[in-house]
């Protein structure tokens, strides 16, 4: 059965976010590589495609529930950041703005009793409390090092010590 068309519109919505952030981290990884800081562009680079894997969910999700899937126009990703910490603070402000988008849709399928989207987006939801301690941390020690002091933020991130996708860049 489908599901509720403002609901199939929501995650359609979502999907295009999820690509867009695919984007802008492609663009941050290609900020820090300019940069020298290889660490730091692998970091996003594993940033990017957890945000394309996650537009392939949504994709197929949208699919298995019989929804026409409608990928919104994308706007083009920030190219220049001013510092390090210019590039941080924009992933944790974009994850805590999709936060809110996952939340919001999961409010939506609450109310409409769409026990099937609540459980995929249940996962989401866990998700996006990683994705933020991420990128608050991630900021927090990019802020501490000061521009001076980036090669100590790169074994920061070499560690693994910045969240589940440093572990993967390495």
Do not use: C, K
Not at 17 to 29: F, M
Request: hydrophobic share 50%; proline share 3%; no cysteine.
């Amino acid at each position: 059965m489908p599901v509720d068309q403002a609901i199939a519109d929501g995650l359609n919505a979502q999907l295009g976010r999820e690509l867009a952030a695919h984007l802008q981290y492609l663009s941050i990884a290609a900020y820090f590589d300019a940069e020298a800081l290889p660490q730091l562009a692998a970091f996003f680079d594993a940033q990017a495609q957890e945000e394309h894997d996650h537009a392939l969910r949504f994709l197929g999700y949208i699919r298995d529930v019989g929804a026409r899937v409608s990928i919104p126009a994308l706007a083009p990703p920030q190219a220049t950041f001013e510092s390090a910490e210019d590039a941080v603070g924009l992933s944790l402000s974009s994850e805590q703005a999709v936060t809110g988008f996952i939340n919001g849709l999961a409010t939506m399928a609450v109310e409409q009793r769409d026990h099937a989207t609540q459980a995929f987006l249940q996962w989401f939801v866990t998700e996006q409390v990683e994705e933020v301690s991420t990128m608050s941390d991630l900021l927090a020690v990019v802020q501490r090092a000061g521009a001076t002091n980036l090669l100590l933020v790169e074994d920061y991130v070499a560690r693994g010590d910045s969240g589940e996708g440093a572990a993967t860049a390495e």
